[in-house]
T-cell receptor, first 112, second 117 residues
Framework: GENVEQHPSTLSVQEGDSAVIKCTYS??????FPWYKQELGKRPQLIID?????GEKKDQRIAVTLNKTAKHFSLHITETQPEDSAVYFC???????????FGRGTSLIVHP | GAVVSQHPSRVICKSGTSVKIECRSL??????MFWYRQFPKQSLMLMAT?????????EQGVEKDKFLINHASLTLSTLTVTSAHPEDSSFYIC?????????????FGAGTRLSVL
């Protein structure tokens, strides 16, 4: 089955800096890669996703890149703000109703 | 986007009792729902996949007689933790896949924090 590795487990940055979280996956057939943000005690929420036919996607301060050959994808957050502090999960799936496999999560701490 | 409601948000029970957690899709029909368990500062561990009208599919290592799942309708799935023990204390989250254009997206419930004394 699919295996998703996520690094780092903890990331601490100063407000205004950029943050990068990286994930690798094992199943070359995976074609859908969502990122979820989970604030403390709350539900995970989708913040951005990318499909295998696209190399990069941006949404304001958030961007995701995908390298299919290397089987890795990354989340980039620019101009970080304290409210970006949360746990971020990457996931990989075959799309559709296939169950996503989640990474272990990255705890992002943005210091004011 | 789709909304998934999960209740209760918090439950404290005595060891040996059973606890039922409900997961509802409020504005869409979910033929498949997923149940996860999350330990502090850890990832989402898939416990089982709940299919409407059929038996749930459990992940390896998850006791089906311990964690009873019922998906009686297209909008409701329940997880019952039977004869709960302190080691069952955890954060349980359900999710459902969206429909149509959103079918790839997982919509999560708010989670249930179970504390077994």
């Amino acid at each position: 089955g699919e295996n998703v590795e996520q690094h780092p487990s903890t990331l601490s940055v100063q407000e205004g800096d950029s943050a990068v979280i990286k994930c690798t996956y094992s199943d070359s057939a995976s074609n859908y890669f969502p990122w979820y943000k989970q604030e403390l005690g709350k539900r995970p929420q989708l913040i951005i996703d990318i499909r295998s036919n696209v190399g990069e996607k941006k949404d304001q301060r958030i961007a995701v890149t995908l390298n299919k050959t290397a089987k890795h994808f990354s989340l980039h957050i620019t101009e970080t703000q304290p409210e970006d502090s949360a746990v971020y999960f990457c996931a990989a799936s075959l799309g559709g109703s296939y169950i996503p496999t989640f990474g272990r999560g990255t705890s992002l701490i943005v210091h004011p | 986007g789709a909304v998934v409601s999960q209740h209760p948000s918090r439950v404290i029970c005595k060891s040996g009792t059973s606890v039922k957690i409900e997961c509802r899709s409020l504005d869409f029909q979910a033929t498949t729902m997923f149940w996860y368990r999350q330990f502090p500062k850890q990832s989402l561990m898939l416990m089982a996949t709940s299919n409407e009208g059929s038996k749930a599919t459990y992940e390896q290592g998850v006791e089906k007689d311990k964690f009873l799942i019922n998906h009686a309708s297209l909008t409701l799935s329940t997880l019952t933790v039977t004869s709960a023990h302190p080691e069952d204390s955890s954060f349980y989250i359900c999710s459902a896949s969206g429909t149509g254009r959103d079918k790839n997206i997982q919509y999560f419930g708010a989670g249930t924090r179970l504390s077994v004394l």
